[in-house]
């Protein structure tokens, strides 16, 4: 009875003792495949496999003479002649990461072939595991690699370029801020040739108008034989003067001999010259005004002519002015990629953060093993 009764909780023990072993076992299991395995391949790659990452860093501006700006060191700018252009940082910046620019890159320097060096980790290396080496493939790649941060408030954009060896991350860097200064200078040498070839055409046309407003005053001046209405008028209007002074004195004249020699033998000439006074006043006097040939029906059209031709004039003179400040704007650089930070020739690799890798993947482990136990455990649970 009493060792019937004494076996009894070593058996139940045994069981629940077995139970105790299988689930730190499951535990060492997951404790395994979650944190050690996964620390040792960190610990391998980061120690033995992953190539070391250098980082060279450049700091530029690109500024304007003409564009105002209210910023810190726009104002500080500003007060030496020049202000930001952000449209132009941006233009430049997409230009860093473009196609055109790894073109170039890939041609000069051999882009391509320094990235996929088999010197360079299995992991790390262009087309390293998937085997794609198309140009897109490549253009991918090469924006992980080059990093360009505008900052707004400074108008100050930096550069990182990131190579395997230290002479390629260099010369990559100082390859795209000479590519960068090419671009702006040909924006400023398509702004100049715009401008002028707009001023120029200006200057064309209304040389073209002066020229056609010219000859149409010379044609009616030809046509209507009147060289100036107005002083032609004057000169008229003068001539037609001293013939009534003449008619005045002459009927003075002939009234005093009419009322005291009445026989006078002058009487009838003086009558004559007193008529011939009068249809030649009428004769000038129409050729001013009143009639289709007088100078005053002459003279509206000419008017028109006239202000025509001044107006292509001035037209003329404000498009030479024109012409003459676009050339001298175009005198003048637009745009300026000034270097604030010339590119660094890094001496040491900065990536990759061995030991910052190696914690971090050890620190997600522990947080993966400690979740997937409670899980583990609750069902358990749910299950006895």
């Known amino acids: 009875m009493n060792s019937a009764v004494g076996n009894t909780?070593?058996?139940?023990?045994?069981?629940?003792?077995n139970g105790f072993i299988a689930r730190i076992k499951r535990l060492n299991r997951l404790f395994l495949l979650t944190v050690v395995i996964p620390t040792t391949l960190s610990v391998i790659y980061f120690g033995l496999i992953a190539s070391d990452v250098f980082i060279s860093e450049s700091r530029f501006v690109v500024r304007s003479p003409e564009r105002q700006t209210a910023s810190p060191l726009g104002l500080l700018l500003k007060g030496s002649g020049f202000s930001r252009a952000q449209d132009d940082t941006y233009s430049v910046q997409d230009f860093m990461l473009s196609r055109d620019a790894l073109h170039s890159l890939d041609d000069s320097l051999g882009l391509r072939k320094a990235f996929s060096s088999s010197d360079v980790d299995i992991f790390s290396r262009f087309s390293g595991l998937d085997w794609d080496d198309s140009f897109e493939a490549l253009h991918q790649y090469y924006q992980k690699k080059v990093e360009?941060?505008?900052?707004?408030a400074s108008s100050i954009t930096t550069l990182r370029v990131r190579g395997f060896t230290s002479e390629t991350a260099f010369e990559v860097n100082?390859?795209?801020l000479a590519m960068a200064e090419?671009?702006?200078n040909q924006l400023n040498e398509r702004g100049r040739q715009d401008m002028i070839r707009f001023a120029a055409g200006e200057v064309t046309a209304a040389e073209n108008k002066a020229k056609a407003a010219a000859l149409a005053l010379s044609a009616y001046r030809n046509q209507k034989g009147v060289i100036d209405?107005?002083?032609q008028s004057t000169i008229q209007l003068q001539q037609v003067a001293k013939l009534q002074e003449e008619l005045i004195a002459t009927q003075a004249q002939l009234s005093q001999l009419q009322a005291f020699a009445k026989n006078n033998p002058q009487i009838p000439s003086l009558q004559q010259l007193v008529q011939n006074l009068r249809q030649e006043i009428a004769a000038e006097t129409a050729r001013v005004a009143g009639g289709d040939r007088s100078l005053a029906n002459k003279a509206?059209?000419?008017q028109r002519l006239a202000l025509d031709r001044e107006f292509a004039d001035r037209q003329l003179g404000s498009a030479f002015a024109s012409l003459?400040?676009?050339r001298s704007e175009a005198q003048r650089q637009q745009l300026y990629l000034e270097r604030i930070v010339q590119p660094s020739k890094p001496d040491m690799a900065m990536e990759p953060r061995r030991i910052r890798g190696v914690v971090a993947t050890l620190a997600v482990g522990l947080i993966a093993w400690g979740i997937l136990s409670m899980l583990l455990a609750g069902v358990k649970e749910h299950q006895d």
């Open 148 to 152: 360009v941060q505008f900052e707004p």
């Open 324 to 326: 003459e400040q676009a």
């Open 9 to 17: 909780p070593k058996g139940s023990d045994a069981p629940s003792a």
């Open 229 to 231: 209405p107005e002083r």
């Open 182 to 184: 090419t671009l702006v």
């Open 300 to 302: 509206a059209e000419y």
């Open 174 to 176: 100082q390859q795209l």
